[in-house]
């Protein structure tokens, strides 16, 4: 049955969607096979690998509301050079909208997890890609995982929100999802220049332990260009620090959760 990871943080621009198309990306790329949801109405992690969010006629929101299920809705990513093995269930701006009908519908906090529940043994790994807030459909990711991978931006305010955000995981393991557990804090847009970066690193590390991933994910041009190609990074350029940090990170994911890590991706 395959592990359900969703990559929270309110703040915005830390690197969540990044996170989630290249780390599936670099998984896909090891024969595991891997779906990640989009659940954010902006739809960056759609138009990431190149689907056209404004031209589907369901997304997430369907499966949501109960309309559709996720196989129905699924869309497989680079088939020839992954192997079939990246699929993501897209969303657009209609999903904004389903904030407000969630309120009146059963289950709401769980209508995320019945619906991956139906697809969960067909994958490896799933992942979320949630919202920048602390809204109901970050509480329906939070209620539908197994853990959190906290991407934190190493920045002057980086460790401001964090504490809220552990509120929260507390709060969702106290009254919806007692087994939810913390996947690890990535460092991410680390510019080894500048000293800042240095400082909430070893701060990170010293505050959460072993829980801060070994794996540092850099500031770099074609890992900020590859969005614009509808490409994840290894696609784009294999060779370029961004691609190898994610399948550093994919690697270190794997022995983290049992499995053996490739020498190779």
Known sequence: MGKV?????????????????????????AHKKTLFIDFDPQGNASSGVGVDKDGLSETIYNALIGESSINDISVKIEPDSLGGFLTVVP?????????????????REWRLKDAIDLVRDQY???????PPSLSLLTVNALAASDSVLVPVQCE????????????????IKQRLNPELSIEGYLLTM????????????NELRN?????VFDTIIYRNVRLAESPSHGKPALLYDVKSIGAKSYISLAQEIIARNGGQSVEEV
Not at 5 to 29: D, E, F, P
Request: glycine share 8%.
């Open 5 to 29: 990871i969703c990559v929270a943080n309110q703040k915005g621009g830390v690197g969540k969607t990044t996170t989630v198309i290249n780390l599936a990306a670099s998984l896909a790329a």
């Open 156 to 171: 002057y305010y980086a460790m401001e929100g964090l504490g809220q955000l552990k509120r929260t995981i507390s709060l």
């Open 91 to 107: 969303a657009n701006s209609e999903l904004t909208g389903a904030e407000v009908e969630l309120i009146h519908l059963e289950r």
């Open 124 to 130: 490896d790994y799933i992942f979320i890609d949630c």
């Open 207 to 211: 505050y959460f332990n072993g829980d």
């Open 190 to 201: 680390f510019d080894s220049r500048n000293n800042i970066c240095h400082m909430v690193a």
